[in-house]
């Protein structure tokens, strides 16, 4: 007697990212036990954390949104950066240099997030709002702003109004080489695809 049963898909992908760095002084030396404190500019939302033995601090499962890095040690001057955005899937680096000086001193960095992420072979792109309102979609489908994306080809009738048109298509996009319709959305953070054929539900 032969049993078969259907395995749920299990999907790696999730809506949050992360902040991680190294924490030096200026000759480069690592700086254990400094205390660095993350809080989003958004929601006001503050963590704290020192920095181990090796110097490296590491926020994870982050929201996207805005964000600031604040480092404090006694001897060394406070640092403070930002804003740091934090884009889904999105690994930001931000590597602390402490100068000598007192706490009440603060060393002040505004600068842009960087744009290369080597604590992460995953590739991704956001869509802003103001392309998802201005951009002429056919019918207002949201899912067509998906070919924006580098590597993300459109397959059947994924593109233009799903009404009428064959449910399976609406999300029938083929990324980064793999097979079509193989892919996941999530809504705030809650999956899209259901059961059948990893058809998608809106």
Known sequence: M?????????????????????????????????????????????????????????????L?????????????????????????QQTVRIDVTMQLGQVSQTVQVTSQTPLLQPETSSLGQVIGTRQTNELPLNGRNAMNLVALAPSVVPQGQAMGTPTGANPFGFSNYQMGGAIANQGAEYLDGVPLNNAYINELSL
């Open 64 to 88: 996207p949104g805005n964000y600031s890095v604040k480092v404090d040690k006694v001897g060394f001057k406070s640092f403070a950066r930002t804003p740091i955005v934090v884009e889904v």
């Open 2 to 62: 032969f049993v078969f049963g259907a395995i749920p898909a299990v999907w790696g992908q999730t809506t949050f990212g992360s902040i991680t760095g190294l924490v030096t002084d200026a000759s480069g030396a690592v700086i254990p036990g400094a205390q660095v404190t993350l809080k989003n500019l958004g929601t006001a939302e503050a963590r704290v954390m020192t920095t181990g033995g090796d110097g490296l601090y590491q926020f994870v499962n982050l």
